[in-house]
Nanobody, 120 residues
Framework: QVQLVESGGGLVQAGGSLRLSCAAS???FTWSSKGWFRQAPGKAREFVAAISGGGTITYADAVKGRFTISRDNAKNAVYLQMNSLKPEDTAVYYC??????????????WGQGTQVTVSS
């Protein structure tokens, strides 16, 4: 069993930065795939970024070059550094673990979500 708790969301102006953190409990988190998804109002949840258990990183095209995913296995944590934020990045961001692929919105475990709002 894995429990995920996100933090770090908030309101930022376009061009600004935010760093999301996800703290995890459960020993299986260390070797599970970990990632971030987002859901904007009226839209489906979409893949943002993921890091596999082996360390392979994947990004959605919309965030490549602006967002960076990282992990700290010692702290059971995963992070999402978001730079050059745009109003279209506004969404609830969810941390996820296990069974993540870039081509679906499925994962074995989900956090509760944290709101990111980018003003123009």
């Amino acid at each position: 069993q894995v429990q995920l708790v996100e933090s770090g969301g908030g309101l930022v102006q376009a061009g600004g930065s935010l760093r999301l953190s996800c703290a995890a409990s459960g020993r299986t988190f260390t070797w599970s795939s970990k990632g971030w998804f987002r859901q904007a109002p009226g839209k489906a949840r979409e893949f943002v970024a993921a890091i596999s258990g082996g360390g392979t990183i994947t990004y959605a095209d919309a965030v490549k070059g602006r967002f960076t995913i990282s992990r700290d296995n010692a702290k059971n944590a995963v992070y999402l550094q978001m730079n050059s934020l745009k109003p279209e990045d506004t969404a609830v961001y969810y941390c996820a673990a296990g069974g993540i692929t870039s081509t679906s919105s499925r994962a074995d475990y989900w956090g509760q979500g944290t709101q990111v709002t980018v003003s123009s």
